[in-house]
């Protein structure tokens, strides 16, 4: 409004148009400040909001020192030559020996090549199965008129075909290297030429339970007299359902449970009545 307007305005409107204005004036002094407290805030990160972690600004890594010259300490440049350690019990020797000078057919003997250069030739044997096979004998007692069998040999029960030695490589395979029973078929035949099913895979894992529940006994009691107890849970999915995996440990043994449930009576029924002196 230009001072002409000013000086034809009545002195009412002039002083509703100045408290106007101030009223406009204070709430814009009001929203500044808002501003101002934004700005000074800190931005929303990982951190400290409910940003997931990919949303968030990676600081840059400082510049990486330069490589001195000539290596790492300790590490041989390729000018240095170094090989392999030699085996200190090496499986065979081979002695590869020279008859006479490949140039001018001098015949050697035994003293004339003193110097030796020894190396190791690392490799796998064939990997095959051994298989044995057992006949027992039976037959009728010309005594008694009774049948009668040989016992099976120590460790060579009649049942599954597949020994200690395999079935102790498929649970390891399997639990510890999570592969999966169709790899596993595939892998055992490709490697080691045995024919071996997905049932008879599973057959195994069953059969391995009841002497590790075993095994794990001890372990479960170094937890339960400890004076100091640690816990922690997470959820996994076991047959498309929602389960808890439970782990229980003192400074000398980790135990391992997994449940249907998150309730505080997992921790109960393990402790069997036992109360530790610290529950962490």
Same mark, same amino acid.
């Given at each position: ?6 000086? *034809?305005?009545?002195r009412?409107?002039l002083?509703? =148009?100045? =408290?106007?204005q101030d009223?406009q004036?204070s709430?814009l #002094?009001t929203?500044?400040?808002?501003l101002?407290?934004k700005?000074?805030?800190?931005g929303? #990160?990982?951190d400290?909001?409910s940003?997931?972690p ?6 840059n ?12 300490p300790?590490v041989?440049?390729?000018a240095?030559? $170094?090989?392999?350690?030699l ?7 081979i002695e590869?020996t =020279?008859?006479?000078?490949p140039?001018c ?15 190791d030739?690392?490799? @796998? ?5 051994i298989?044995t096979?057992i006949?027992?004998?039976r037959? !009728?007692?010309p005594c008694?008129q009774?049948?009668v069998?040989a016992?099976a040999?120590e460790?060579?029960d ?10 102790? @490589?498929i649970?390891?395979?399997? !639990?510890t290297q ?6 596993? %078929?595939?892998?055992?035949?490709e $490697?080691?030429g045995v024919?071996?099913s ?5 057959n195994?894992?069953?059969r391995?339970?009841?002497?590790l529940i075993a095994?794990?006994q001890? @372990?479960?009691q170094? !937890?339960?007299t400890?004076?100091v %107890? ?8 076991v047959?498309g359902?929602? +389960? +808890?995996?439970w $782990?229980l440990l003192? *400074? #000398?043994?980790i135990?391992? %449970?997994?449940?249907d449930?998150?309730?505080?009576? $997992?921790v109960?029924?393990? @402790? *069997?009545g !036992?109360?530790?002196e610290v529950w962490?």
């Amino acid at each position: 409004m230009n001072r002409a307007a000013l000086t *034809s305005q009545s002195r009412d409107d002039l002083i509703a =148009l100045i =408290l106007a204005q101030d009223a406009q004036i204070s709430d814009l #002094t009001t929203r500044v400040a808002e501003l101002e407290a934004k700005l000074a805030a800190p931005g929303k #990160t990982p951190d400290n909001s409910s940003i997931p972690p990919s949303k968030g600004q990676k600081p840059n890594l400082p510049d990486r020192p330069k490589k001195p010259r000539g290596g790492r300490p300790g590490v041989p440049s390729l000018a240095c030559s $170094v090989a392999r350690a030699l085996a200190e019990r090496p499986d065979r020797i081979i002695e590869a020996t =020279l008859a006479a000078c490949p140039h001018c057919a001098h015949a050697f003997g035994p003293a004339d090549l003193p110097e030796i250069h020894a190396y190791d030739h690392i490799d @796998l044997p064939p990997l095959r199965p051994i298989v044995t096979r057992i006949n027992r004998h039976r037959g !009728v007692c010309p005594c008694c008129q009774k049948r009668v069998a040989a016992p099976a040999p120590e460790g060579f029960d009649a049942g599954s075909p597949f020994g200690p030695g395999l079935s102790a @490589l498929i649970i390891h395979l399997h !639990v510890t290297q999570a592969i999966s029973f169709e790899r596993l %078929v595939r892998l055992m035949a490709e $490697v080691f030429g045995v024919t071996i099913s997905e049932g008879a895979i599973a057959n195994i894992l069953a059969r391995a339970q009841a002497p590790l529940i075993a095994a794990v006994q001890p @372990l479960a009691q170094a !937890v339960r007299t400890s004076p100091v %107890v640690g816990s922690d849970e997470t959820s996994a999915r076991v047959g498309g359902k929602t +389960w +808890w995996q439970w $782990v229980l440990l003192s *400074s #000398t043994a980790i135990y391992h %449970v997994i449940a249907d449930t998150r309730a505080a009576g $997992v921790v109960t029924d393990f @402790l *069997s009545g !036992v109360q530790p002196e610290v529950w962490a």
